[in-house]
Nanobody, 114 residues
Framework: QVHLVESGGGLVQAGGSLRLSCVAS????????MGWYRQAPGKQRELVARFYSISTYYADFVKGRFTISRDNAKNTMYLQMNSLKSEDTAVYYC?????????WGQGTQVTVSS
């Protein structure tokens, strides 16, 4: 069982930055994958960025603007979001997969005004 809690969302102007945090209830060790996802109104949840083992993956629409990172000592994962666009507006979720089971946080709202 993994409990995930996101924070750091808010309202920002286009071109601005935000850093999201996700605190996990256990160590990241032995997690299959962990990453950030988002869901805009009326759209399906989509992958933004993810760790898989020691590699990282970024969706094309965030490459060069977003950076995923983690602090293993704090069981915390981050998403630094720069050069935000109005189309980045969504609820951002932290997700983890452990032994085939998927876990999600409650989400944090990011709103980018143009």
């Amino acid at each position: 069982q993994v409990h995930l809690v996101e924070s750091g969302g808010g309202l920002v102007q286009a071109g601005g930055s935000l850093r999201l945090s996700c605190v996990a209830s256990r160590s990241f060790f032995n997690m299959d994958t962990m990453g950030w996802y988002r869901q805009a109104p009326g759209k399906q949840r989509e992958l933004v960025a993810r760790f898989y083992s020691i590699s990282t993956y970024y969706a094309d629409f965030v490459k060069g603007r977003f950076t995923i990172s983690r602090d293993n000592a704090k069981n915390t994962m981050y998403l630094q979001m720069n050069s935000l666009k109005s189309e980045d507006t969504a609820v951002y979720y932290c997700g983890a997969s452990v032994v085939g089971n998927n876990y999600w946080g409650q989400g944090t709202q990011v709103t980018v005004s143009s």
